[in-house]
């Protein structure tokens, strides 16, 4: 049901060194990754490097991976939760070509280094894991700030009042915060992040968490880190409370569940069957299965 | 299924590579070979060359046949390739008066010393379709080459020549050339940090995407700023590479490139010693490629003039606009992205959006 593939095929990529990257880019990457996780939230820049991806697709997260994968490591690609969407398995299949002897493996608990686009895993992380972030826009501040020089003396001031404006617009327009996903995050009681377009119901993950969790943004050349053990607070006003997606049935008051596997306590994804039928799905395939699995040994 | 659902999206990228592949190979026409490209398209190949920023004919050819002809897609292979390769050193500075010169002009003066020399250019060239080249052989080439070829006398024209603006410095119309030693700014191994030094700021226009540089220029040009260029010298050909010998440390010839490069004056300022000269814009990129380099010239002198002013009034102008967004590469890939899947971030959005309207029907039903 899990097939583990060893990423040991290397015939296109037999050109290019182990993890693609020159030995000098990976030194520097792993520089950054220290400064991050020492100053947390705080943007790391660094010389992001071009990768046979395009831009956008997870270079930044791609680099930070091939940065940290050794060949005794078992590697998991996930894009809206699922490893099996177009974009992970097209950066699962560039990791098997590069990076000879590294395991790949679909189970969140087998893997020693996560790279994630738009989703946390749900089932908690232990300390021996990193989840590795794709990001489009590393700084909070550019929704209320276009100008990166300025953002930077913002984000050293602490400066964020412009962003608790934004909100409470917000609440003046709708009577609800509308920020949806990339919810401003304080770190560390310093530094506000942008945590990458997770949704909301991810955010708490963030929180005193075991693991590591690292962020790479290659088109904008930034890296920043949220270490173990670490305050992740998403930013609220004391009388409005932060609320992840609630998933609730409108005609039954109640939330919805997933369809395969009746998970009530995932992230779901909606969308219509070949029937035209709204279902709801867990969008955490690994979950999702897992959970299969033991309804099965149960039955 | 939707989109939510592909299952096994690994074999649907495979047979997507695949379908690219026969793309090229359905439709019966001969392969197209490297040197086709590189001999018949040098303009298209210039573009790969510089944009890739790595000066590889032969890996660009390659890059544009592979890329079915896309100039973005195939400089990215360039840069990409780029990635896995050390910085082996460092060369001083090259002089481009040693340019083996296959073309220059300049607008500034009826005649220059050394001459005019329109070189290959499609400057003149009527747009009218010549439509004997749609069925053309392999003879026919080879007549015109010859024929050509066969008719020049040979030596009569000096390799290199003195560049136009030195006149221009000589009579102090033109601040003289400072000596700068500083180290220069690498953007492949340091993000852009700003404000950033100039040297930062050319290399970055220096592979930026033709389109890009062009476009922000072109505000410029239509009053969006007002840097009014006059073209000092704009000349294309060949700068031997210099590398230091690894053993004596002496500057030893390697190579040569080919690089167009483009100095335009523009209006007078006040100079430090209080006396008017006019202004510089510098662009220079790999490659045969005249509308990058004179927009990068504009670009470079309106970057320049908010600095000196301390005012940016206009898009052209601003160091931050202009350089984040000029690179073909991230604005093609960034781009690109938005076709990839985005459901979680839209799932959350619809709930953001449900909550609002929830809110708002509470609001028209209650009592007033």
């Known amino acids: ?299 | 299924m939707a989109y939510v659902a592909i299952r096994g999206g690994a074999d649907a990228i495979k047979g997507s590579a695949r379908l690219m592949d026969a793309m090229r190979a359905m439709g019966e026409s001969a392969p197209l070979e490297l040197d086709q490209i590189e001999r018949q398209m040098p303009l298209l190949h210039s573009k790969v060359l510089s944009e890739g920023s790595l000066y590889h004919p032969r890996l660009a050819s390659l890059a544009l046949k592979q890329a079915l002809g896309d100039s973005l897609e195939a400089a990215f292979f360039l840069r990409a390739y780029r990635s896995t390769k050390p910085r082996l050193g460092e060369t001083a500075p090259h002089d481009t008066r040693n340019m083996r010169v296959v073309r220059r002009v300049s607008a500034a003066f009826k005649d220059i010393p050394g001459g005019q020399m329109l070189g290959a250019t499609p400057d003149y060239l009527h747009r009218l379709f010549r439509f004997e080249l749609m069925d053309e052989g392999a003879e026919r080439l080879d007549e015109i080459a010859r024929d050509w070829l066969g008719n020049r006398p040979m030596g009569d024209t000096p390799l290199t020549f003195p560049k136009v603006l030195d006149s221009l410095r000589d009579e102090g119309l033109l601040a003289p050339l400072a000596q700068d030693d500083t180290q220069p700014f690498d953007i492949t191994r340091e993000p852009l940090i700003f404000p950033v030094p100039r040297s930062a700021q050319l290399a970055t226009m220096a592979r930026g995407e033709t389109g890009g540089l062009l476009a922000l220029a072109y505000s410029n040009m239509r009053g969006y700023g007002d840097v009014h260029p006059t073209v000092g010298e704009l000349r294309v050909g060949y700068v031997p590479v210099m590398v230091p010998h690894p053993v004596t440390g002496k500057p030893m010839e390697v190579g040569e490139v080919l690089v167009t490069e483009c100095e335009i004056v523009a209006m007078f300022e006040k100079s430090d010693d209080g006396a008017p000269v006019f202004t510089l814009g510098y662009g220079a990129c790999f490659g045969q490629n005249e509308v990058k380099a004179i927009a990068m010239a504009v670009l470079d002198r309106a970057i320049s003039v908010a600095k000196d002013k301390g005012r940016i009034a206009n898009p052209s102008e601003d160091p931050e606009f202009v350089l984040l967004h000029v690179d073909g590469i991230e604005s093609m890939g960034f781009c690109t992205h938005y076709k990839m899947p985005h459901y979680v971030t839209f799932q959350s959005d619809m709930d953001r959006l449900r909550a609002a309207r929830g809110k708002a029907e509470e609001a028209a039903d209650a009592p007033r």
């Open chain 1, 1 to 299: 049901m899990h097939p583990v593939d060893t990423m040991g095929q290397n015939r296109e990529g037999a050109e290019y060194g182990f993890a693609f990257l020159d030995e000098d880019a990976k030194r520097e990457l792993r520089r950054s990754i220290f400064k991050a996780v020492c100053i947390p939230g705080h943007q790391v820049p660094y010389a992001s490097r071009e990768m046979p991806i395009a831009r956008g697709f997870g270079t930044g997260g791609m680099q930070l991976t091939l940065a940290l994968l050794g060949p005794d490591d078992a590697c998991k690609v996930i894009d809206q939760g699922a490893d099996d969407s177009v974009n992970a398995a097209n950066i699962r299949n560039f990791f098997a070509l590069t990076c000879p002897g590294v395991t790949g493996t679909l189970r969140t608990e087998e893997a020693s280094v996560i790279q994630t686009r738009h989703r946390i895993p749900e089932l908690r992380l232990r300390a021996d894991q990193i989840l590795v972030f794709q990001v489009p826009y590393p700084d909070p501040l550019v929704v209320v700030e276009p100008n990166a020089a300025k953002r930077r003396r913002m984000h050293g001031r602490a400066d964020y009042a412009r962003l608790w404006v934004k909100l409470y617009e917000d609440m003046v327009a709708f009577d609800e915060i509308t920020i949806s996903h990339r919810y401003p995050t304080r770190i560390n009681g310093h530094y506000i992040i942008d945590p990458s377009p997770i949704p909301r119901f991810d955010v708490p993950k963030l929180h005193q968490a075991d693991c590591l969790y690292l962020f790479g943004a290659g088109r904008e050349k930034r890296i920043y880190a949220v270490p173990p053990h670490t305050d992740a607070v998403p930013i609220t006003f004391k009388d409005v409370t932060f609320a992840v997606e609630s998933f609730r049935d409108k005609a039954t008051g109640k939330r919805h569940c997933c369809r395969r596997c009746g998970a009530d306590d995932s992230f779901l994804d909606e969308f219509f069957d070949d029937a035209g039928t709204r279902v709801f799905q867990c969008s955490d395939a690994a979950y999702c299965d897992m959970r299969l699995e033991r309804l099965e040994a149960a039955e």
